[in-house]
Every structure is written in structure tokens, then in C-alpha cells.
């Protein structure tokens, strides 16, 4: 019999599409897919980000900050497409078949956990933008990081389509006058985005979360 694959202290990301059974079903899935070819090209893992059952997806990350950096580009790319929702776990995984990509282990129980938690959170009033929540076992977890990326939910939440694409530049390390011939705008009506937006704050802040360990 072949030995078990075993991930040990790394981090699952499972993420479900809010509200998707009202959304256009095909135009959705291809764009999801093409943002998950995106993220996987983008961010390095240990189990490439892929669809799953129903709208799920999910995918396992060495740290915590790898993790939280492949559920902001999805969801930055999937911008004016889907609203989605993340649930994090810090443990282990055991890749029970690889071929039909079987897993489980505490870090899928508590991905499974974050994402319920914060369906359930997002209900309560002035929690409206929560789409993000973190449980980690692992011995070197970061325990503010729960509440640290629901600031980041909340700026989000604040911003408009076009505003979160420049951010999305940003993060990519596009310069302004790129951003801006992307956009379609000139290069002073995307640094008055940025600078609107506090978006430099803003992708500042996702690049130190994104190098947790």
C-alpha cells in the first residue's frame, strides 16, 4: 500500500461563492476557473486552489499568509463576478486519494469551522462585511490574526468595482499608468481611486498579512 501524503502544520483555504444560486451559472463557473488558473500561477501552495463539490473550493497553503494572499487575489479578480466567502484552517491535512482529491485532517475541520462561523457572523449587525475567519492550531499561529482580516473584509467592503481593480494592480505590482491604461481611466483618475480608497494603505497592510508564517 502506498504511504500516505501527510501535510503537517500547514494552512486549508475553503471558499464557497455567496449567493451563487442567483447568479448566471456557466458565466460564473468560467470565470472562477480562470481566476483559480490565476491564483495558482500567482501564489505558490501546496495543493493547487481547484473547485470542488457544488460552489466550494479549496486549495492548501505552507503558511498562513500564502493562504490569506490566494483568497484576496481570488476575490479581487473575481470582482463584479461573485461575492465569496473564506474559511481558514491552521493543522494538518492527510491526502486520503489524490487522484479523486480526497483529504481531511484538523486543518479541513477547521477551515470547515472559520467558514460556518463566518456565514454565521456576517448575519449579526455590524458584521456585514465579514467574509473572512481563521481557526489555527498550529504552534507558531498568530492569534490576532482573526480579527486582523476582518479589518481588511471591512475596507473592502467599502470599495467599489473599479476601486478594487486598482487595488488588485497594486498588489500586482503594477505601476499607476498600467493600472490606469487597464482600466480604461487616465493615470490621474486612478490615483485619485488610490488615493480616495486609501488603497496604499490598504495593499500595504494585505502584503504584511500575506507573510505570516
Known sequence: MARMKVFSECVALLVDVVGSRSSARQELHSATLAAIDDVN?????????????????????????EALTA??????????????????????????????????????????????GVEELAEETGYGSARTAIRDDRSHATPAADALVRLV?????????????????????????AVAEREGITASANSQRVSRGDLRILADSMTALGRLP
Open 41 to 65: 500561477a500567482h501564489v505558490t501552495h501546496l495543493d493547487p486552489l481547484r473547485v470542488t463539490v457544488g460552489d466550494e473550493l479549496q486549495g492548501v497553503y505552507r503558511s498562513l499568509g
Open 71 to 116: 483568497s484576496w487575489w481570488l476575490r479581487l479578480t473575481l470582482t463584479g463576478t461573485a461575492d465569496l466567502r473564506v474559511g481558514l484552517g491552521g493543522g494538518q491535512v492527510r491526502v486520503i486519494d489524490a487522484e479523486r482529491g480526497i483529504q481531511d485532517g484538523t486543518a479541513w475541520w477547521l477551515a470547515r469551522e472559520a467558514i460556518d
Open 153 to 177: 473584509d471591512a475596507h473592502l467592503g467599502r470599495l467599489r468595482d473599479g476601486s478594487r481593480r486598482s487595488l488588485h494592480g497594486l498588489l500586482a505590482g503594477l505601476d499607476n499608468a
